[in-house]
């Protein structure tokens, strides 16, 4: 298979600064989305150190094959796989490390939503932390691959509310888990199967919250270029109001 991709961030109508962070390493097939969160700007530093350290884990590890990693290697999952779960986790001590040690940036966190998948391999792998999503866009049908860790999606798997209700649901922007929250963080991974036809779609949840999955499934059906569907995609999220920043990166599968 063959990967090809599109991405686009945006501040979006309300918010002068820009807390989403992302990162596209062709070569590696690894794609990225931050969202950052934390006062005074610190956000913003949260999301940055998320992608940079990945980057670098990947970098690093591409050229020094005897380089000691910073978490021992999970023996069910792809090499692969391996590097993108330690990338994340080192990038939560970090984040963690800086939090506890600047005042500047005491509480500072960021989601993080990320797929590899390297040409000429049909496996494609899926990690996250935070209510950042995963879409997979097939034969006409969105499907959200991600489970966001927040507090109303704990609500709805415990039946307490419905979908609709969440909507409207007064604490929707608690998140339960984070990069930065502590010294360690779980991460949710997946490995699926590529098929030829498939877009998956990365955003924060500033697309997912301003854009219905149905206006979304319209997009990604069109049939345009990636890049024209990243444009609007973000441009939908703009129109319905923008409260918060956006970013979207788009993933085709190809033979």
């Known amino acids: 298979m063959h990967y090809r991709s599109a991405a686009k961030t945006h501040p979006g109508m309300k918010r002068e600064l820009n807390e989403d962070s992302y990162v596209i390493l062709e070569n590696e097939g690894v794609f990225v989305v931050a969202d950052g969160m934390g006062g005074h700007n610190a956000g913003e530093v949260a999301s940055k150190i998320a992608i940079d350290t990945i980057a670098e884990f990947f970098h690093a590890s591409e050229e020094d094959d ?12 792809a090499l692969d796989a ?31 939503v990320s797929i590899i998948a390297k040409d000429g391999s049909d496996d494609l792998y899926v990690a996250h932390v935070g209510d950042s999503r995963c879409y997979c866009f097939f034969d006409g049908e969105l499907v959200q691959v991600s489970e966001d860790h927040s507090l109303v999606n704990e609500y709805i798997k415990a039946g307490q509310i419905t979908k609709e209700q969440a909507k409207t649901f007064p604490h929707k922007n608690v998140i339960m888990r984070a990069l930065g929250m502590k010294d360690n963080v779980l991460v949710d991974i997946q490995k699926r199967q590529a098929r030829a036809g498939e877009i998956y779609l990365l955003c924060s949840d500033g697309l997912s919250d301003m854009v219905p999955d149905d206006e979304m ?5 069109s049939g345009i270029s990636l890049e024209e569907m990243t444009k609007q995609l973000v441009d939908m999220a703009n129109a319905n109001g923008g409260k918060d920043n956006i970013t979207v990166i788009l993933v085709k599968v190809e033979p």
Do not use: H
């Open 217 to 221: 499934e319209k997009i990604l059906a």
């Open 66 to 77: 005897d380089m000691t990693w910073p978490y021992k290697l999970d023996p069910t999952l």
């Open 82 to 112: 391996n590097k993108l779960m330690v990338g994340i986790k080192f990038a939560n001590k970090r984040i963690f490390k800086q939090s506890s040690e600047d005042a500047a940036c005491s509480g500072m966190g960021t989601t993080v």
